[in-house]
C-alpha cells in the first residue's frame, strides 16, 4: 500500500464517518413529541412528552368503561381501568413514536406521536 492509497482510504472513512454522525441526527430530530389519545377512533385529547415533566394523572370515561392515565417525565401508562382483563394496565410505559396501549373492551387507545415524520418512520412498532 503507498502513500496515495493511504490517504484515499483516509478520505474515504472520514466521509463514511461524516455521513454517518449526520444520518444519526437527522433520525433522531423528531420534533415536538405528545401522545394522542382516542377513544372509539376520535381523538380526544393530546397530552405534550417533555422529559423531566412531574407527574399528572388524565381520567377517560368512555361509554363502555374507565380509564386513569398517568404522564411523567416523558413517558406514559394506564394506571388504573375497570375492565374485566387489566392487559393495558400490566403494559410497559411508552414513551417512543409508534408505541401504542390499546383497552380493547373500552375502545381506548393511546398513541406517542411526533410534530415532525422522518423517513425512516416505522409504520407499525410491535414489542
Known amino acids: 500500500m503507498v502513500k496515495g492509497d493511504k490517504i484515499v ?3 474515504i ?3 463514511s464517518l461524516l455521513l454517518f454522525y449526520l ?8 420534533g415536538r413529541r405528545y401522545v394522542s ?3 372509539s377512533g376520535q381523538e380526544v385529547k393530546r ?3 417533555v422529559p423531566g415533566q412531574k407527574k399528572e394523572t388524565f381520567h377517560f370515561k368512555t361509554k363502555l368503561g374507565e380509564n386513569d392515565l ?6 406514559v401508562w394506564v394506571k388504573e381501568s375497570n375492565c374485566r382483563d387489566q392487559i393495558c394496565v400490566h403494559m410497559a410505559p411508552i ?12 375502545e381506548f387507545l393511546v398513541e406517542v406521536k ?3 415524520k422522518s423517513p425512516d418512520d416505522l409504520d407499525l412498532l410491535v414489542r
Open 47 to 49: 397530552i405534550d412528552l
Open 95 to 106: 414513551y417512543q413514536v409508534g408505541e401504542t396501549i390499546i383497552c380493547l373492551p373500552h
Open 114 to 116: 411526533a410534530d415532525k
Open 23 to 30: 444520518t444519526g441526527h437527522a433520525i433522531k430530530d423528531e
Open 13 to 15: 472513512i472520514g466521509i
Open 37 to 39: 389519545v382516542q377513544i
Open 9 to 11: 482510504l483516509g478520505v
Open 70 to 75: 398517568i404522564v411523567e417525565d416523558g413517558k
